[in-house]
């Protein structure tokens, strides 16, 4: 110990794959702290949040996981990216890939010699060169780091997981590691006069106290925003969505390593293929479609046996007006929420996680270190929730009260900068170096939504554009067909990492 003042009792509320990845990363990481996770099973977890991003890959290793036990555990499948049928335009579609798109061509950033060569009449299309789309775009799949000197060695990969097993399966890690689980219902808070959280009461009676208390009670909040009377931020101004009806289903028919996440007329549908099931959801705006109606078409559109009923859940979106506030720090849906486009919810409670790690404060808690995290995890949120309108308001669909709504909503002036600057130049105006989406993710949405520069960067000049069309017309079949020689994904599933559950 080399502070006197040191954190030494950890106490988690809430055991949803917020609290039980809190609890592993705590348990793995801090091994001299005790670490203990409250749980209802009566209340239950929300059991929604199967899509996931490339680091939570990054984060299963972290924490010491074999990928492949995790996944035949989990019943969980590769995900390449993401599909968007309907968003540009009824009838269109494309693709988010994960990795890169092309490799530089003589130090020039690929995106501005495709460009070039497009706007010179070659009829390639900038996905043509992303390995994870030509792979998803064919029903194929191997680990990229298996290949890397080979055409796919560029691309990236997340997981479909179900989340009620990754909540038992972080649940005996973290207890193989140490941490205490204690099944019971939080009744009441007691409080320091100071502010801070003293203990937590159970129903039964149980007094819990801790040094720090982390909040993963999902939507109710019940440290944070109940006892420690945190405010919430909505920005249910800015993204219309604020309801998703969602229902399980058998796979009908091998599952595509993607999410299709499918424009709707009040809203969107997601479709999450697992290895067992697929996981569904209509995300939706009450202002313009009623659950009923919701329902109605989710179950219309969904493929395959309905296997659970249709659940309604109600959601705002925005973020805790400060996440982390004296000894209470926040994850999860409890912290804030916006909307399952990019699957982003389960990435940001790992990186509040690793934030807070790098701010780590002793039992003065210091306000200093809150404010800075505080700032630093608003602007996470804010890049998505950015990113995420970009989806909607440079739509060219005007044929629902809800479409014609969030095309006419002022954009923020944050994400209007960056649109501006790539529309006169195609530059990508980066705000930081730790920003989550990088430039394949910004130009594979502007290109798929229609949104292209006037010109392209003058550096490409140095490159003689038949050559460049020549090069192009290389790179493209070559990818594609050493595509061709990959695995289906079910193939591949069933020989590297079958569901064991
Ligand atoms: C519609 C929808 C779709 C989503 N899709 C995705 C996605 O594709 N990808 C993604 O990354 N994220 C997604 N998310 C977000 C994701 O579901 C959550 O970030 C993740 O599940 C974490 O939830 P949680 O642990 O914060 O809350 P919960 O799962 O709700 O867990 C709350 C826990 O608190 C406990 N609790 C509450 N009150 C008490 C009490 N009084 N006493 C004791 N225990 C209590 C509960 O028992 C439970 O254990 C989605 C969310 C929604 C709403």
């Known amino acids: ?169 972080l649940r005996r890690h973290a207890e193989a ?66 309801r998703a009806v969602v229902c399980q289903t058998e796979n009908a028919g091998p599952p595509p390593p993607y999410t299709i996440a499918h424009a709707q007329g009040s809203g969107w549908r997601w479709r999450i293929p697992l290895q067992t099931r697929a996981g569904n959801g209509y995300v939706f705006s009450s202002d313009h479609i009623s659950d009923a109606e919701a329902t109605e078409v989710l179950l219309r559109q969904v493929e395959g046996k309905v296997l659970t009923s249709p659940m309604i859940v109600p959601f705002t979106t925005g973020i805790r007006k400060k996440v982390w506030q004296g000894n209470c720090l926040s994850l999860g849906l409890a912290s804030g929420f916006i909307e399952p486009l990019e699957s982003t919810a389960i990435h940001l409670v790992y990186r509040t996680l690793d934030f807070f790690f790098r701010y780590f404060p002793d039992k003065s808690f210091d306000p200093a270190l809150q404010a800075d995290f505080n700032r630093r995890i608003h602007a996470d949120y804010e890049e998505i929730k950015d990113f995420i309108i970009l989806h909607y308001c440079v739509s060219q669909r005007r044929d629902t009260e809800f479409w014609r709504r969030v095309t006419s909503l002022p954009i923020p002036e944050s994400l209007k900068a960056r649109i501006d600057v790539f529309r006169a130049s195609g530059s990508l105006r980066e705000v930081g170096p730790e920003e989550l989406f990088r430039s394949p993710s910004w130009y594979s949405v502007y290109e798929g939504m229609g949104v292209r520069p006037s010109r392209y960067n003058v550096l490409a000049d140095r490159l003689d554009t038949d050559d460049l069309k020549r090069l192009l017309d290389q790179v493209k079949p070559a990818l594609d067909h050493f595509v061709r020689t990959l695995p289906m994904l079910q193939d591949f599933l069933d020989s590297f990492c079958p569901a064991t559950v």
């Open 1 to 169: 110990m080399n502070n006197p003042d040191e954190i030494r009792d950890i106490v988690i509320a809430g055991g949803g794959t917020a609290g039980w990845l809190a609890a592993a990363l705590f348990a793995v990481h801090m091994p001299n702290v005790r670490v203990r996770l409250i749980e209802s099973e009566e209340i239950g977890t929300i059991g929604v949040g199967e899509s996931t991003i490339p680091p939570f890959l990054g984060l299963i290793r972290k924490l010491g996981i074999n990928e492949q036990d995790f996944i035949a555990k989990t019943q969980a499948s590769f995900k390449l990216g993401i599909r968007f049928p309907d968003w540009r335009e009824k009838g269109h579609a494309y693709f988010h890939p994960f990795g890169q798109i092309g490799r530089p061509i003589d130090g020039n950033d690929f995106y501005h010699c495709w460009l070039k060569a497009k706007m010179a009449g070659h009829g390639s299309e900038l996905q043509d060169f992303a390995p994870a789309s030509v792979m998803a775009e064919q029903g194929r799949f191997m680990l990229p780091f298996k290949a890397s000197q080979s055409p796919i060695g560029t691309a990236a990969y997340a997981l479909h997981v179900d989340a009620k097993l990754v909540a038992q399966y």
């Open 177 to 242: 590691h140490g941490a205490r689980r204690t099944e019971g219902m939080i009744a009441g808070v007691g409080m320091t006069p100071d502010g801070q959280i003293r203990s937590l009461t159970l129903k039964a009676g149980e007094v819990i106290t801790g040094d720090l208390f982390i909040d993963c009670t999902g939507f109710r909040a019940l440290l944070i925003g109940g006892a420690m009377g945190v405010g919430y931020e909505s920005w249910a101004d800015q993204l219309l969505c604020n």
